[in-house]
């Protein structure tokens, strides 16, 4: 086993707190677990852990941290040396409600990590408990109600940093990668497990540090997504692009903005997962790339400029 | 990464050889990678090995061997040391098509075991390669096509002895349970990764040794499985039990004999997986069982007494 | 166009009437249009009436009147003369919240029946208005949510006569039936339109009157309804067959019986219509009918003993 | 009944004839069921006629003829009296190995039709045959495998004047249209049963007469068409646009070239039927279709101008 079992949580911002949770909860389908004075700590209906979705109400929006649990208490030592070796580390903090201590560290492009093991599992109560007892709460058919946490994707300035950071300090994979003519990474695709990725990293050009490319759940089923297009259509959400399958990692996608502008994804990787212990990874080029998507659709636009916290012009926003 | 990394391929026997293959290839939509004097070597589209269904000409069905790769030549060394002092080794042998030497070793019911690392990867050619590069063949639509195998269900007398054997020689996890009001095993389902099972065992009562329950297959979506059963329906293939929802484990099945009577499964988990380190078996208890499958389905009683090789009477068969 | 345009809606009595109106609205995802003093008024989604199931507070269950819709005024009186001619008149009532006049006549079973032109259509307002405006209402995606009114199924001890009352009444075409070796209909499908059927009768032994087997809506996809079995799960909804696929008509079915005992189906016809002006009924025979249902599922005890109301014993309730 | 029945077939022409048929049989998944010295009669696994696609060797592309069948030989004389009225009748031809006599009539754009009610039925033989017997051949899994022909859309300089010739000639029913600004129609869409629409016509801006958009033939499911866009992607398909889900008409669509250039579509509407005697077409206002398809996505540019056969310059052609 890894050290770093999986992806954990990560903590959004909106500067429309109320809307924001409305919609995850109500359109998008996350359950509540439990709030505190600035946040309401969701998850999907069989994530394990209290909270895959810290939702905090902030003047802005964007990320403010990701984190990962890790396998045992001694694999957690063993990634701390790692990271105080890299310089990097913000030190450990007490958790919140979901969680016990966290070690805390940052990205070459600012964003913050941590990871911890000691984690609060969900206990579904009267009417949340599932009529089978292998899933984590039941199947509450609200909303989109994607199954659990997928990935994440970052944005940075310089990507062969991220890829850096994320081999070194959480001992992650890449999996898939895009590498422009001049040999620079455009993107980059990582994973602690069999999944076959669990954070994205790609270019972010506007300079501002730190940013938020998007956050996707997991569904069931390829016309979980279909469905969930409609739904979003009936609530007035900003649908973005999809649904449509991606080229790299071919998972069937859908993006929407959720109201204070962060970008949420839907997903479905049908079966695939990574089991060679030897992967290479995938490199695709500019010229695969500009075959668009799997299917042909063109990458749009805001793809490549939409990050949360939003960029100041030139920019498409 | 545990030392071993996944299910790689089982060894199917059959007495009706040419139709077996028939069915393996057009109606269940394997391909075929190479062949010797006793065997075809066949693979999904998205099995990234040589060989994950080794099909053997023989005088009678069941599994002749069941084969798990290893994440590294020392992990491979590190197995082969617990195995040998669990007084279970059958030794060496060289490979065969697929994969390099192998360290074989027995189950206490009698399924032949091997684990290696050096294996041989499938690489596609002329108009077998995929539109997309991280896929390891073309998706070629042929029968029901699945993407991977997914996972083994053996029989033996004695459940927990293979539980013991499971999490010993292979470090595998035990996922879920089904504990009979006497306190003893009807099932164990085992995983070396992060997939819910690689294998299961399920409990037989005929005194035959080292049976065979069924070998699976995962596809992408549930419609993949539908559309399967009209597959199977109008190639005259015996579909013994589904499409439905198994409560144990929570995946979409459907059950057919392929035409010497090995029973082979399509199945599709969705986005379950076992991400938690600390995952905890789940105990399905016989009054828990008497509900049937998950949507209420009762389990076909030949379910609990076909197997390969067939046994003698008293059975249904 | 014929005389009839469609099965337009169903009155169904239930003796546990807001647990019934729960299941129909939370769970099976119907859409309350208005009410009376007795009942409330029903209808999927898409559908374009005010009311397709009229769900009557009552002293016991089963069905109270079935309605189909003429298509023109016109129509109506060539259909009303025809009745009469047949000596099973009831006479004029003036139509209730959902339509307005309409004549009623009764089955030789005992089903009354009423036919009708002047409707009232759903008129979405608020909340309900759908993004797009070729559906009737905004796809509310609560519980199950099918898109449609599909079918009725009626029990009667001759099926014969219900064969003649059907295509001479309303001039129903006979698109499939099931003949016993001994000559008599065990079963019969029909249609006024290109559905490939609106209304089946099956063979009721019980000697009670006027019997209901179930009453069926259409959901879009087959993914809906295993969807909606997992919902029927969580909702402690009993599932009395399914997810499977009828040989008779073809179509994807979940049976379960709502609170107060009344059969519910959701069902998907795929793609199939009935365009051949000049379709000849297809015949199953009782040696067809032992294969069961199209995957080989055999046909549950309970669908030829459990009706409603319910028959006293001998019956398997 | 109305006096046509349904849409029966289309002739399309094309100067890649072996080609085109290699893609129309191992690719889209149309069977053959017999051929003369210029054609290929084509139909889906469960078209009940001998032939619902004619491909016919030419020096050029588009459609020769559109042809619908009548709903009995008295409905069939009334319609021909309506056409000799309206002064566009060709006069009877003889057939050809698909049916009986037919009578031709031009569209004011040009287009050939053709009515008939002698039909040839398909006969399933030998492998051929299905396991059910209501579907007209086995669901052979081929390709694409679609189950029936669903509509064509053809091109014309006025949608006016083929909304009156539809509408007058065969009876059809409008059930949606887009109305510009100027109060001109950009599109129309017919039927003459309860299916949603059988014929779209939609506006052409190049001056060449008689042109056409595509040919579509409807899928059961909608994965049907998310796996048939992989078919696509591994067989070098030029896929033009979706899969996604149209707004007018709500159907879920994937369109690709056949090697000559004709636009062919797939289609599943889902349990969409029009039912109601009295529908009022859906008015589409520019406002309206600037929102795009029905999840966003901006209708292609090629949509405008792509048309068999192609027009000269200035076109994207």
Redesign the interface.
């Known amino acids: ?2 050290d770093i ?2 992806l954990a949580h990560v903590e959004i911002l909106t500067n429309k707190f109320e809307e924001s949770l409305d919609f995850f909860t109500r359109v998008y389908g996350l359950s509540e677990s439990g709030r505190d004075a600035t946040s309401v700590y969701l998850r999907a209906w ?1 994530d ?1 852990e209290f909270c895959t979705l810290k939702l905090t109400r902030s003047e802005t929006t964007g990320v403010a941290h990701i984190a990962y ?4 208490p001694e694999a957690l030592e063993r990634r701390i040396k790692v990271i105080e070796g890299m310089g990097c580390a913000e030190g450990w903090i007490d958790g919140d409600l979901s969680h016990g201590p966290a070690f805390q560290f940052r990205s070459p492009a600012g964003h913050l990590f941590e990871i911890y093991y000691e984690t609060k599992r969900y206990q579904a109560e009267g009417a949340e408990k ?6 984590a709460q ?4 609200r ?1 989109a109600a ?3 946490i ?1 990935h994440l994707n970052i944005l940075a300035p310089v990507v062969e940093d991220i890829e850096t950071f994320m081999t070194t300090a959480l001992g992650s994979k890449v999996t ?1 990668k895009i590498v422009l003519d001049d040999g620079r990474l455009a993107g980059c695709w990582f994973t602690v ?3 076959t990725y669990d954070l994205a990293c790609t270019c972010d050009f506007t300079g501002v540090p730190a940013r938020f490319h998007h956050v996707t759940y ?7 997504i ?2 969930a ?6 609530n ?1 959400v900003h ?7 991606h ?4 998972t ?1 996608f859908l993006y929407v903005w959720e109201p204070a502008g962060n970008r949420v994804e839907l997903a ?6 990574i ?3 030897d992967w290479e990874p ?1 490199i ?1 080029t500019e010229s ?1 790339r500009k075959k668009g998507q ?4 063109k990458t749009i636009s805001s793809f490549h400029t939409h990050g949360t916290p939003p960029a100041p012009a030139p920019s498409d926003e």
Do not use: C
Request: charged share 30%; proline share 5%; net charge negative.
């Open positions: 086993m890894n079992s999986h069989d394990y649990r890790a396998s045992s599932p009529a089978l007892k292998n899933v039941r199947y509450h058919a909303g994607p199954r659990r997928d898939e497990n069999n999944k997991a569904t069931d089923q390829r016309e979980d279909l469905r297009a409609d739904i979003f259509l009936e007035g649908i973005e692009t999809g649904p449509h399958k080229a790299v990692q071919g069937f479905n990787a049908g079966a695939r997962l089991l060679d212990p995938v695709w695969d799997a299917w042909g659709l």
